[in-house]
């Protein structure tokens, strides 16, 4: 890896930034946009692990007429100063898919949004993770040539490298998952 590079963990929005909407629903308006108590926590290790962050989201329901571009980007602007003023943290970038399904390169499970945050940022792929709630996520992450965790209970085709079966669980592990070391270790305590 060239050490000028960064490292990256990925995040899908919906069910690991905020709450899911119901099956087949969607989150058209930051009054409905409802952050995860434990993904400041997440977010917070990225950081403190030397990782940058960047979400990537399908969000299909442009393409659908349910919302604009202009609601997305008006929830993401929102959701970053949210985190800026609740909790001093910030993403390096926010990348979202409006297309209809088949429609595009960019839509997970294809790896278009990696790709582009690879390219725009320079950022080491390879030394670099995918965090989802679907098999969609795990796949983008695997085709771009990411380590992948999936965050479900449930059973899947496609097996991640890491699975925990919710925000919590991840809250726990995520420095040990991107450290190596084990939770209780001396390093891991300090923050290596």
């Not at 001093?88 to 839509?107: K, M, N, T, V, Y």
Request: hydrophobic share 40%; with cysteine; charged share 30%.
């Amino acid at each position: 890896m060239n050490a000028r590079r960064r490292k990256c963990v990925f995040l899908d929005r919906d069910g690991i930034v905020n709450k899911a909407p119901p099956a087949n629903g969607y989150v058209t308006r930051w009054d409905d946009f409802h952050l995860f108590p434990e993904f400041a926590d997440v977010l917070r290790t990225v950081h403190d692990c030397g990782y940058a962050a960047v979400i990537v989201t399908n969000q299909r329901g442009v393409a659908q007429g349910l919302m604009t571009l202009v609601d997305v980007e008006e929830i993401h602007g929102n959701l970053r100063k949210l985190l800026s003023a609740r909790y001093s943290l910030d993403l390096l970038d926010i990348l979202f898919c409006p297309h209809e399904e088949g429609a595009c390169e960019c839509r997970k499970p294809a790896p278009g949004m990696l790709l582009e945050a690879a390219r725009r940022h320079d950022i080491d792929l390879e030394s670099s993770w995918m965090i989802g709630d679907s098999e969609r996520d795990v796949a983008a992450g695997r085709a771009a040539g990411c380590r992948t965790i999936l965050v479900s209970a449930g059973k899947t085709a496609v097996e991640p490298d890491v699975r925990v079966k919710d925000m919590r669980e991840l809250r726990s592990r995520m420095r040990e998952l991107l450290t190596g070391l084990p939770r209780g270790s001396r390093e891991a305590e300090r923050g290596i």
